[in-house]
DNA sequence: TTGAATCTTGATAAAAAAGTCAAGATTAAA
DNA sequence: TTTAATCTTGACTTTTTTATCAAGATTCAA
């Protein structure tokens, strides 16, 4: 269970442009390139998605760049992250991991589906009520929200 | 976010090792390719990961076979997980995404790394009491332990 | 002791994801 | 009108993940 680079990078990105929403400042490819430190064509291509998926408006020409298309508390990241990479359990997962049969062979009772379901559900749980707006604070202002300890990680 | 393939097989493969636990018997490669629909060739490589792991263990010879290394209520599938598929965050994976530098741009203050801590912790709480024994029983029992309707699939 | 069935391992091939590139379209300012 | 700065798109290359293959080692039973 991975996050992709896509999410990663993208997340960023749009944090990025989220900053300058409140003095309505645009942001060009090569500016967040910098920022960000990820190449211009990549960047090119990860705001792509995410205009296409309506987060992001742009403007071609001189003056150009990229705004967001919807105040940041308007934006919600579980539909940036669907956009980005996918969500982690939907009704095709099964399909893509039959093995060599052309239908899984526990498709009647599956414990791992189950698990992957409940999962999800854990994570959407997460993600139903933020918004871009709760990532644009402090790290401290996040982990407050979900009573976490900012120097907790559970993965020491 | 997703799931890998190697973490859907891996833990369908232990599922079946783990029913056959109480009657003693080893299963062998060939049948597991058989009752799961993947590739021998395939089965072989996940089980060696989950041998490594410390989950499996396995006997050579006519008469060999791959059977449990604790008994079902004792492996945690949290662990099992980990050893197939990594963890959803952890210290490094900011150091795999930092664009073209050679450290993130966000290293004090990220909240997309906040972010997903809280997802990990979210899906740890999840896992974090969750034994094989859970996943051998039906569908509705695994439900039941998280009071999710077996019906609800918020990826609808 | 021989042979058949099994697991073991490292190398290779195929597929998917990530990242790069080049040519083009649009716009605003000089 | 010209020029420079910008976004846009599809194709390509590289890297990572996934799956396959072939040769070998081990064990049991006849």
């Given at each position: 269970m991975k996050f992709s680079a896509q999410e990663e990078y993208g997340l960023r990105c749009l944090i990025r442009i989220g900053k300058y929403f409140k003095v309505e400042?645009?942001?060009?490819?090569?500016?967040?390139?910098?920022?960000?430190?990820?190449?211009?064509?990549?960047?090119?291509?990860?705001?792509?998605?995410?205009?296409?998926?309506?987060?992001?408006?742009s403007?071609?020409?001189?003056?150009?760049?990229?705004?967001?298309?919807?105040?940041?508390?308007?934006?919600k990241i579980i539909d940036v992250l669907f956009v980005l990479g996918g969500r982690l359990y939907d009704d095709s997962f099964c399909q893509s991991h039959t093995g060599?049969?052309?239908?899984?062979?526990?498709?009647?009772?599956?414990?791992?589906?189950?698990l992957w379901k409940i999962i999800q559900d854990a994570v959407d749980n997460v993600l139903v009520n933020l918004t871009l707006q709760d990532l644009l604070g402090t790290e401290d202002n996040?982990?407050?929200?979900?009573?976490?300890?900012?120097?907790s990680?559970?993965?020491?």
């Open positions: 400042k645009s942001l060009t490819i090569p500016e967040i390139s910098v920022y960000e430190g990820i190449s211009q064509h990549n960047v090119g291509k990860i705001l792509r998605i995410l205009r296409m998926g309506g987060f992001l408006e403007e071609r020409g001189q003056s150009g760049g990229y705004t967001l298309s919807a105040p940041p508390d308007k934006i060599m049969n052309d239908i899984c062979t526990n498709t009647t009772e599956c414990s791992v589906r189950s996040l982990f407050s929200l979900f009573d976490v300890a900012p120097g990680n559970s993965s020491n």
